[in-house]
């Protein structure tokens, strides 16, 4: 530490003289004034900018790092102005200095390697292990899980020969690892994936957002209030993260007393969570650097965006600077948040870990499953796993690693870009009008996050409350944080229940009747909307429903044919039979959650193009059936044994890990040289 700040110090002294020697408004007196103001600044960075740091947290937080940046700016700025050998004209000229010293010393620290992450990893985050006193010596493996949201099987496969993922391509070649594909159930998304993985139980989750009619209102997955709900009615204290583990970036815990950005805990308040976000944020260099890549992954973003519609790419949508921002916090502050996370429970020797990687999920879902800037999220995402598996040997325990996915995507043209409607416009139109509530929007996942990350930093800013719903306005179903905590709990009254509610989840369509009490039957159905049913399966862009018949049972009705779920009977063409072989099943488990909407419906599969129409503004989407959506993956060690018979479903995955965590319980220490 004493080496790398004097080098902090020389370069500065460096760069303060080449500043002098180019500004006309600016000028040191000699090389020992340099130094001395090089220490200065050393000091107040040392000193000031963590404490600074702290009461500034959420909105550095919210400006990815930008706010703390321009305090520190001036603080520093106002300390050159007090500097006799120092002389400069004015304050804008110190704060200009500032901000070229700032850019200049992080360019060239991270040109000499001395601010590289192995840095940050043994100094910062290690000493954070030392302040929370919590650190296991033993010879008994851990268990790594690291999860990319969003990855599917055949997508890895063709990455792993054109060079995105190298990482994974070399544990593939050491011949350590092997790898495996999984089947998801109907609802292919992270929190039915999740609540399956992580505590065995996915029954009863129909979709990403869903209405409950006992409760009067809808349940959408990555609102903190619903996950945790979520989260209560299926853990019974023994899931896969239960035992002294870590749940870091997820939708649920898995019952880890150990948490940061997972939906299901961020409405708690844990002491010390802060703490960790205020240590990514201490050093002013590597706010930076945070600032630098944020603002290059913005102009990516939007150059990515522009190059789509010039070139006239298709699919594609419509992507504002409000995703560009969300897409830098995805793909860089929150990746570097949740790998220190993750480093400091390895340094800690917690027995199991748990993170999503949110990257390639995100920017899939708005460029394409294996478009450029895909593939380059998927990279960055390689990378750092590399990172996190370097640091295994510097833990106090041996750990086995584990990368999975939750769910695949599958790409295709949106629902509303095929068909100029929405899935609610023409549930209105053959409902005649009815009154339809729109919950297909919801709320992007890296915004999500971000907003737990802001609940999590434990420091209250009426600032950046008002920021984040200036950034919201107009965009749907907006929410934050604050309208979590103040109305957990509450419910739609009867009189102000819509008509109709249509719901989407990737390819999947939710259509439930919130003022019919029970689900509500084909026939019923018939009676108050007879054109609702035979209009919905006769269009070209959905490919069968559910709907359960008080006479017949649940049915599966397409185009062309009827399958009847329950007797095991098709009339005419099976309307399942282009999404699998267990599609029957998948559905039919389904229809006996209680929570079923009274319509379920799949988007058209086109399989010689491989796409769905998403019933969301999204390019590569999942939560139904369809394409790769269906088949995520596991990359594992080969002595963990993969089941011989094909793995159908998250609960299956729950206990194919359980039972991994049980055998290394035993493994002895040669385990280290493993992963």
């Known amino acids: 530490m004493l080496v790398h700040g004097l080098v902090v110090v020389l370069i500065d002294a460096v760069a303060l003289l080449l500043l002098a020697a180019v500004l006309p408004g600016f000028r040191v007196d000699g090389v020992l004034a340099a130094l001395a103001t090089g220490v200065l600044l050393g000091l107040i960075n040392a000193f000031v900018w963590p404490l600074l740091s702290r009461f500034t947290l959420r909105i550095t937080v919210l400006t990815l790092g930008l706010f703390g940046l321009v305090v520190n700016g001036l603080i520093v700025a106002a300390a050159m102005l007090a500097m006799p050998w120092l002389q400069i004209d004015g304050l804008a000229e110190a704060l200009a200095i500032t901000f070229i010293l700032a850019t200049l010393t992080s360019l060239i620290s991270a040109l000499l390697a001395i601010d590289e992450d192995s840095t940050w990893y043994l100094n910062v985050v290690q000493n954070q292990a030392r302040v929370r006193g919590h650190r296991i010596e033993t010879e008994t493996p851990g268990i790594i899980f690291l999860e990319i949201d969003g990855l599917a099987h055949d997508v890895l496969r063709r990455a792993l020969a054109n060079g995105s993922a190298p990482t994974m391509a070399g544990l593939l070649r050491g011949g350590d690892f092997t790898l495996d594909q999984w089947e998801t159930d109907w609802s292919s998304q992270t929190g039915a994936c999740q609540a399956g993985i ?33 989260e209560r009615r ?45 240590a990514y944020f201490a050093r002013p260099y590597a706010v930076v650097k945070t600032a630098a890549f944020s603002i290059i992954e913005i102009f990516r973003e939007r150059a990515s965006a522009i190059r789509q519609e010039r070139q006239d790419i298709r699919p594609r949508i419509k992507r504002n600077w409000s995703y560009a921002v969300m897409r830098a916090w995805a793909t860089v502050v929150q990746l570097d948040l949740q790998v220190a996370a993750v480093v400091g429970d390895m340094l800690a020797g917690r027995p199991a870990i748990y993170t999503t990687f949110l990257a390639y999920d995100e920017v899939a879902h708005h460029s394409g499953i294996e478009r450029a800037e895909s593939l380059q999220a998927l990279s960055k995402v390689d990378r750092q796993i590399r990172r996190i598996m370097s640091i295994a040997d510097l833990a106090p325990r041996p750990y086995r690693f584990v990368i999975l996915s939750d769910h695949g995507q599958s790409q295709g043209i949106t629902f509303l870009d095929r068909y100029d409607q929405t899935l609610e416009d023409l549930v209105s139109q053959l409902c005649h009008g009815a009154e ?240």
């Open 436 to 675: 339809v509530a729109d919950v297909a929007g919801g709320e992007d996942d890296a915004r999500a996050y971000l907003n737990a990350s802001l609940a999590e930093s434990d420091v209250d800013s009426a600032a950046a409350t008002a920021l984040i719903r200036a950034g919201r306005s107009g965009e749907p179903d907006g929410h934050d944080l604050e309208d979590e905590k103040s109305s957990a709990g509450t419910e739609i009254e009867q009189s102000q229940l819509p008509e109709l509610s249509v719901m989407a989840s990737g390819c999947l369509g939710l259509v439930s009747f919130p003022r019919e009490p029970g689900r509500l039957t084909y026939e019923r159905i018939g009676e108050l909307y007879p054109d609702l049913i035979p209009g919905l399966v006769q269009h070209p862009g959905i490919g069968f429903l559910l709907v359960r018949s008080s006479r017949d049972g649940a049915l599966a009705i397409g185009s062309s044919g009827t399958n009847f779920l329950d007797r095991r009977r098709v009339d005419g063409e099976d309307p399942l039979s282009a999404f699998g072989p267990n599609t029957a099943d998948h559905v039919r488990r389904t229809d006996g959650f209680p929570h079923c909407p009274d319509i379920v419906l799949n988007s058209t599969y086109w399989a010689d193009l491989d796409e769905v129409a998403a019933f969301e503004e999204l390019v590569g989407s999942h939560g139904g059936l369809g394409g790769a959506q269906s088949h995520p993956f596991v990359l594992h060690p080969v002595d963990l044994e993969w089941p011989e018979e094909p793995v159908i479903g998250a609960e299956s995955v729950y206990h194919v890990f359980k039972g991994w965590q049980a055998g290394i319980a035993g493994v002895s220490s040669p385990a280290r040289a493993q992963a």
């Open 198 to 230: 992580l505590h065995g139980d996915n029954h009863d989750m129909p979709a990403f957002r869903w209405w409950e009619k006992d409760r009067n209102r809808a349940i959408v997955t990555n609102h903190p209030r619903d996950a945790a709900e979520i």
């Open 234 to 278: 299926r853990s019974n204290g023994d899931g896969l993260l239960a035992d002294d583990g870590a749940s870091r970036a997820n939708i649920l815990s898995g019952d880890a007393p150990h948490s940061q950005l997972t939906m299901s805990t961020v409405l708690e308040h844990r002491k010390g969570i802060g703490r960790d976000y205020a």
